[in-house]
RNA sequence: GGCGCGGUAGCUCAAUUGGUUAGAGCCCCGGACUGUCGAUCCGGAGGUUGCGGGUUCGAGUCCCGUCCGCGUCGCCA
């Protein structure tokens, strides 16, 4: 080692030592007749003295002209500081390296921005040189948090007896789904390989094999746009298990959830956590992944519209659609036309309402809005009722579909929230969503689409709805949410060939096609397939959370960008005509 | 693909209704200084206002196109 300690760890029984230092140089206060360095490496920052009497005025001189950032070795005494000089900001503030010999490692030319520096530089300079960006302490405990959690979750998984394997990245395309990365093949004129969306297949032919319990921490990738929380390349913990049930499954990680809370933020959480069907959650909060850390929940009043003449109200629930709305406890003074305004457009372009329907909770509790003549006094008073209107609430509602209600509402009380600060940010809520639908329709192409994916067993009971209502078809699948974030999904399996071949005819696939695709599975469940279920875990989101960010690309070393480019390395990019020819590609000009 | 925000000095930002030579702080360069820790003081350098076109006597500012970054909807079994 070049050096005898880190940059973190020199305290006041180190005085009198002689050590060398390695690091950054941070920044430097130059005095003429001494220079103060501080020096930084990953384990903390110590000041160094360039100075009489141990230094000569050369080497305080060339100290002096030394660049930010650049790397440096430094050999002398540790010394304590002189009488008032601590510095209690730093951990290694009560002493300081009195300079004997110093070395430039590697000279740093003045960067586009320094690790240290108040303002954060516009984060495509931040990716384009990420090297300089991971510098940055806000960086460094992001990955470090990251790495615990992943040590977490393995001991965790290794502890319960289960096996790590890695499944392969080079893979079968599979139709279904999110769009696939492919590889080309060059071995193969006119094949591909695709890059895994999850391991989800190779996990329940482990099953079948008996290995009983599987985990892995996966790398997995989608070709789709890109979100503050999703990235095209992402990190999930993988895992599945054979015998067990959906209860098993929420309780091994329930057991994680515990264990990862208990160590980060030493948070005791009582189990089981709470749990709330998709159908609840829809009602209530208009999502399947509520934010559970506020109200603000979501109250039907169709029936009353029905009633009304207020046409924007009476028309929705006439035609088969829906009238909720949310209460703003407090908030009739704070929302000026303006801002209710902007709401309004919010909903409109985002969740293609119609608009916006608001009312006052006055003094007296009567409710008031540019509409409420089109109202009987007594079906605004039933409103404020239904609502528990309190004086000075406001009133927000949709009257649309259930879908349009369902996200506008939701995408309202997400917003909302966050604005009118209504949770402490620090909080963490864990809740799990169960019993979703096993299908959704496609309007346009006029057929059911799995909701997760078609390996995703029905609930026991509702087998028979398979045939005869798929729509009221619910499926064992279950998401770990973690502040409104799905932090997590998985399913029970479809273990019998035939429930399987149903599934698929239902989908529109028929038995060659299913053949053609999954016929590996096919046949694997026919030999002997074990009932089994399983869960992944979004590890990047996991990270974000427990480190109380909104932004994914925060926690991932090299993340892309929403054009899903690489900044630092230029990915993607052209390739030589000789590449292209051996792979039996030929590109075209757009 | 839609909607929205942004792009001005190396960095973070400002620039009135379209009007003088596009400013400030930080950084950088030179000088001063025996204790600073956001050092201080003096002096200085630094600009194709993302790119292309248009309107205008005159464009950082207005219009059209385009590229890039961010947010969001669609999309993401």
Redesign the pocket.
Known sequence: MLRTHTCGQLRSEHIGQEVTLCGWVE?K??????V?I?LRDRYGLT?V?V??PEADSELIDTAGRV??ESVILVRGKVAP??EG?I?D??DTGEV?LRCEHYEVLNACP?P??TPG???L?????RLKYRFLDLRRTAMLRSLELRSRIIKIMRDYFAEHDFIDVETPILGRS?P???RDYLVPSRVHPNSFYALP??P?LYKQILMVAGFDRYVQIAKCF?D?????D?QPEFTQLDMEMSFVDQDDVIGMIEGLVKRTAKELTGEELSLPLPRMTWDESMRRFGTDAPDLRFGMEIVDITSIAAEVEFRVFRGAADSGGFVRGIRLEGQATEFSRKRIDELTDYVK???GAKGLAWFRVEEDGSLWSPTSKNFSAEHLQQIGAALEAQPGDLLLFLADTWEVTC?GLA?LRKRLGAELKLYDERAMSYSWVTNFPMFERDEEEQRW??????FTAPLPEDLEKLASDPAACRAQAYDLVINGSEAGGGTIRIHDGKIQQQVFELLGIDEQTARDRFGFLLDALKYGAPPHGGIALGVDRWVMLFAGLD?IREVIAFPK???A?D?MTEAPGEVDAKQLQELHLRTVKV
């Open positions: 920044s206060r130059d005095h003429g007749g001494s103060f501080d000041q003295v100075g009489p660049g930010t500081r002189l000089k510095n900001k730093l300081e003045t586009p921005f520096q108040q303002e530089p516009g984060e495509d300079l599979t279904e789904g999110a969306q999850s989800q989608r789709e746009d890109l979100r503050a999703r372009k985002d969740f996200k995408g689409v799995a909701m997760h994916h078609p932004n960008t929403q054009k480019s900044l």
